[in-house]
């Protein structure tokens, strides 16, 4: 059971931001939204993480709507290094369950 | 440099021989992790540990043996029960306090 639904993938210009969505309608309160990329044939690489206010960090920022049934992942200046699949999960900050459940992603693709 | 190794990059083997996947991390990390992807897909847990000489199974465990003896180190070996072996495996760490993972950069193996 889906608990993200994002777009299959998108093109980004380079140099120019790119806003990578995620739904999330059935959050719970104590969900946090993560999202990770993953570079083709390489292990997955965590991004950022909230739970209701935006956040930034050196690699993109991640803007949480104020109801938290979506969030948009932004990188401000995209490269061509940022082509990759990225992944928007939640789950609890703290939990037993330790399982990251990855869907299938939104494949970015940054073009020159 | 603090991270999580897994040899080799490729692996090969004929169908029927059991095969081990090594993974060790220097983090000092509790917990670790065992997913496998597929073309085009998320990943899936295949086992976790989240301490030394204890470990679960994941959503996929069938025809794969984990061990735990010592904290940097989580083998992963897939047995010839496992019937479509051919995949990408990525091991994972994280601390017990904080979920995020910290991803090896895979191994993948091949049944011929």
């Known amino acids: 059971d889906a608990k993200t639904t994002q777009p299959t993938s998108m093109d980004c210009a380079e140099g120019r931001a790119a806003n990578l969505p995620c739904n999330h309608s059935?959050?719970?309160?104590?969900?946090?939204v993560y999202w990770y990329r993953q570079i083709h044939s390489q292990g997955p690489q965590y991004i950022i993480h909230?739970?209701?206010n935006n956040e930034t960090n050196e690699m993109a920022s991640l803007i949480i709507t104020e109801d938290r049934k979506s969030s948009t992942l932004i990188l401000p200046h995209a490269t061509l290094r940022d082509t990759a699949v990225y992944y928007c999960?939640?789950?609890?900050?703290?939990?037993?369950?330790?399982?990251?459940?990855f869907g299938a992603g939104t494949t970015v693709t940054v073009r020159a | 440099d603090g991270g999580i190794t897994q040899s080799p990059k490729y692996l090969f083997r004929k169908e029927g021989q059991n095969v081990t996947l090594s993974c060790e991390q220097n983090?000092?990390?509790?917990?670790m992790y065992w997913y496998r992807q597929d073309p085009g897909q998320g990943l899936r847990l295949i086992y976790y540990?989240?301490?030394?000489?204890?470990?679960q199974k994941g959503d996929i465990a069938e025809g794969y043996s984990v061990s735990r003896e010592k904290k940097e180190s989580f083998p992963l070996t897939v047995t010839s029960a496992q019937k479509n072996p051919t995949a990408f495996y990525l091991c994972?760490?994280?601390?017990?306090?904080?979920?995020?993972?910290?991803f090896g950069p895979g191994t993948r193996l091949t049944v011929l």
């Open positions: 994972a760490s994280s601390t017990n306090s904080d979920n995020e993972q910290f």
């Open positions: 059935t959050i719970s309160g104590n969900e946090y």
């Open positions: 909230g739970l209701k």
């Open positions: 999960i939640v789950r609890p900050l703290r939990s037993n369950d330790y399982k990251l459940s």
């Open positions: 983090l000092n990390h509790d917990a």
């Open positions: 540990s989240q301490i030394v000489n204890d470990f």
